[in-house]
């Protein structure tokens, strides 16, 4: 029963956002003008956290392997075969999302080779999109950002995308 309130009430949240985002965008005291903040999840409680059986150790440090770990053991899920050649299937939720993550991953590594971003610059940008990305993979009406991740085409628009995400902790 408390989980039927619970998603019942978190239906009633995603509905009323949406309504105000789209007031929002119809705005005429703001002609022109998009919107900060494009998305918006609760986030009810802490980020997620999963212990992987193997831990990967991210190149930007600790703070970031923790929520890369998360990300990996949320988005990939791996299932034995006992058919056929393959011992092992893996799936990836969402995978517009899961591909998005690993091609701002390549392009935050790639910049701190070149030196064209700081490494704490880069901790920061990454924390954020894998905070988001972790909450993004437990919510179930993401269709809007799932699409307009998979029609941004370079790293750069998908880091603002992601940094057009707003979570806000119940």
Not at 27 to 41: D, H, L, M, V
Not at 57 to 64: A, K
Request: net charge negative.
């Amino acid at each position: 029963m408390k989980r039927i309130i619970l998603l019942l009430v978190h239906a009633l949240m995603a509905v009323l956002i949406t309504t105000a985002y789209a007031n929002e965008e119809n705005n005429p005291a703001t002609p022109g003008k998009t919107p900060a903040i494009r998305f918006t999840y609760q986030v009810y409680g802490e980020l997620p956290k999963r212990k992987p059986a193997y831990e990967e150790q991210h190149f930007l440090g600790t703070e970031i392997s923790e929520k890369w770990n998360t990300f990996n053991e949320s988005y990939t899920h791996t299932f034995s075969n006992s058919t056929g050649f393959s011992g092992n299937t893996v799936e990836v939720s969402k995978p517009s999302v899961y591909k998005a993550v690993l091609k701002v991953n390549k392009y935050f590594k790639n910049a701190l080779k070149k030196g064209s971003i700081t490494k704490e610059e880069a901790c920061q940008q990454m924390s954020h999109v894998l905070d988001c990305a972790n909450i993004i993979c437990m919510e179930e009406n993401t269709g809007d950002f799932e699409q307009a991740v998979s029609s941004a085409k370079t790293p750069e628009e998908i880091i603002a995308l992601f940094e057009s995400v707003e979570l806000r902790f119940m």
